[in-house]
């Protein structure tokens, strides 16, 4: 296959658990700097794809590249584990449910990897944890366990956690979809952030108005394939396919 | 009830709580190693180590310790295992209790939720990073309580050492049956000594169990 052109390029992904085929011939292309939002119902295939991105789900066909190499290239066991290891360092993930580290604190959590894959000095580590939790806003509670945090907290340390590796892109999961209401905008704010200093991410959301305020691009995926992205201002106000009408009639008056 | 007699022998059924304390010491040194070697086999990579690490399992479960302990006791000599009746006792109970504490070693660490070793490994770690840094840590302070069961029962497993005559508790019981005709006093003197042992183990356990408790 040619080189690749983009900053991130998925080729025809395609994916099934058994004989369930949940990523049909998927492609996409991300640039340096781009936010690109996926939104589609439940069991459209929105988390598989982006756990796809750095091997959580390794896909069944097709190709996935992040600037210049290919993620899923075939290597014996050995050498596939190394490069896997090394590449995922690149790729910064948020999970819905935050996975935090419960028996490591604020700091240990942002340190840990950090300190274990390119040998920080623990005072190196501190600093490193204080800007960190300083640029999510949780610089007070560094020395807190997950335990001892709200929701919305969490999900801020968990963002530090994965920024620290100083990743060349970030995935997002539905990083508020398990957030008390009043805590949603705590990290939307850290997200936006984000997206001001131009790291390149890639958002599955349910929330239309975040999707249609920072991303570049939204993509509407259902039954595994996607069915129509654009800028969210045509995706939104005036989509093309009915399909897309109907999911965010749905959602838009669900939301009401 | 004869608390006389009770009070004239029991310097030597406390000689003998010691030597079911050593027993149980040695028994659960060596089952906890035989339980984390179990384990890491039971949750391999490797389906041939996965099915060593079931076949233990089922084996030392699947049939009594005291069989095991006449095996290895009785039986060895003949295939050239030579162990005086003390060794015999640690060994077997040890690796019996090695394929109980397996199965809780095991339970424990698959009872972490997946989503942990998922978030270690997009950081980068290795399998055996993700392990060892996230899971095993997790997981050690979930194993306490259950381990604690497996050394409650462990403790009253060293009684069927008796059967091949350690002197122990259980056995130094059945002796002074023997010489004074008094069973109830002799196995009620060794059953008191069973309880305190017992409960000193309950009570180290809570302590270490609230010890390794995340705040
Ligand atoms: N490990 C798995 N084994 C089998 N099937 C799976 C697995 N993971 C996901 N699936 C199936 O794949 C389909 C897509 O799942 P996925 O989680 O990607 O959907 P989603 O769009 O993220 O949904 P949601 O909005 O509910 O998070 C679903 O039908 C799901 O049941
Ligand atoms: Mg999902």
């Known amino acids: ?256 | 009830m004869d608390f006389d007699l009770m009070l004239k022998v029991y310097p030597f059924f406390l000689e003998a709580a010691l030597t079911t304390i050593v027993l149980s010491v040695l028994t659960a040194i060596l089952g906890l190693f035989c339980g984390a070697l179990g384990a890491a086999a039971r949750l391999s990579r490797f389906a041939l180590l996965r099915f060593a690490g079931a076949a233990y399992v089922s084996l030392f479960r699947g049939t009594p310790a005291l069989l095991q302990l006449f095996i290895l006791y009785f039986g060895g000599p003949q295939i050239g295992i030579q162990l005086d009746a003390f060794e015999a006792g640690v060994i077997g109970l040890g690796i019996n209790a090695g394929a109980y504490m397996t199965e809780t070693i095991r339970g424990s660490i698959i009872s972490i939720d997946k989503g942990q070793r998922e978030a270690a490994r997009t950081l980068g770690l290795s399998r055996w990073q993700a392990t060892y840094k996230v899971i095993l840590p997790q997981a050690a302070r979930l194993m306490v309580r259950p381990l604690g069961v497996n050394l409650n029962m462990l403790v009253k497993a060293t009684a069927l050492v008796a059967a091949i005559s350690v002197v122990e508790l259980t056995y130094t019981a059945q002796r002074y049956i023997g010489s004074t005709y008094k069973p109830f006093e002799m196995f009620l003197l060794a059953g008191v000594l069973y309880m305190i042992i017992i409960y000193a183990v309950g009570r180290g356990v809570a302590w270490l169990d609230r010890k390794v408790q995340i705040t």
């Open chain 1, 1 to 256: 296959m040619s080189e690749p052109l983009h900053f991130v390029e998925i080729r025809h992904a395609q994916k099934s658990f058994g004989a369930v085929e949940v990523l049909k011939d998927i492609s996409l292309n991300v640039e340096r700097g781009q936010i690109v939002g996926i939104i589609g119902s439940s069991g459209s295939g929105k988390s598989t794809l982006l756990r796809a991105i750095n091997d959580l789900d390794p896909l069944t066909g097709g190709e996935i590249w992040l600037d210049g190499v290919q993620v899923n290239k075939a290597l014996p066991h050995r050498q596939y584990e190394k490069h896997i290891n090394a590449m995922r360092q690149q790729v910064g993930m948020v999970f819905q449910h935050f996975n935090l580290f419960p028996h490591m604190t604020a700091r240990e959590n942002v340190t840990m990897a950090p300190k274990l894959l390119k040998g920080l000095s623990q005072s190196d580590a501190d600093k490193l944890a204080e800007e960190q939790l300083d640029k999510v806003g949780m610089l007070e509670r560094i020395d807190y366990y997950p335990s001892q945090l709200s929701g919305g907290q969490k999900q801020r340390v968990a963002i530090a956690r994965a920024l620290a590796m100083k990743p060349k892109m970030m995935l997002f999961d539905e990083a508020t979809s398990a957030l008390d209401p009043e805590l949603v905008e705590e990290v939307n704010l850290v997200m936006k952030k984000l997206a001001e200093e131009h790291m390149t991410m890639i958002i599955v959301t349910h929330e239309m108005d975040f999707a249609a305020s920072v991303c570049d691009r939204v993509l509407f995926m259902d039954k595994g394939i996607v069915v129509e992205e654009g800028p969210p201002e045509i995706l939104f106000k005036n989509p093309s396919k009915e399909r897309t009408r109907e999911f965010l009639r749905k959602h838009i008056e669900g939301a009401k």
